[in-house]
């Protein structure tokens, strides 16, 4: 499977792709909210082997995707904890 493969070959940039990839085709709203928060939850912290500059980005196309979805559904819009 190609989510093994990746984590065994540890490249931060294509877990982030299949983290991401497989959140937006659950296909199922609540699912997706919890994997895009999972790949937030990835990428809010320093990333090895990923720039800052690019693990921004990535964080902000999460966001942006789990706006669009609590936007578009009957899911809450949920305050991070800080």
């Known amino acids: 499977m190609l989510a093994e493969e990746v984590r065994r ?43 800052e500059a690019d693990r921004n980005g990535l964080l902000a196309a999460v966001l942006v995707n789990r706006h669009v979805l609590q936007r578009s559904t009957d899911i809450p819009m949920l305050r991070r904890k800080r």
């Open 9 to 51: 070959q540890k490249d931060p940039y294509a877990l982030y792709e299949v983290g991401l990839g497989r959140a937006l085709l659950t296909g199922e709203p609540a699912s997706e909210l919890q994997q895009l928060r999972g790949v937030e939850t990835s990428v809010s912290k320093s990333v090895n082997g990923m720039s």
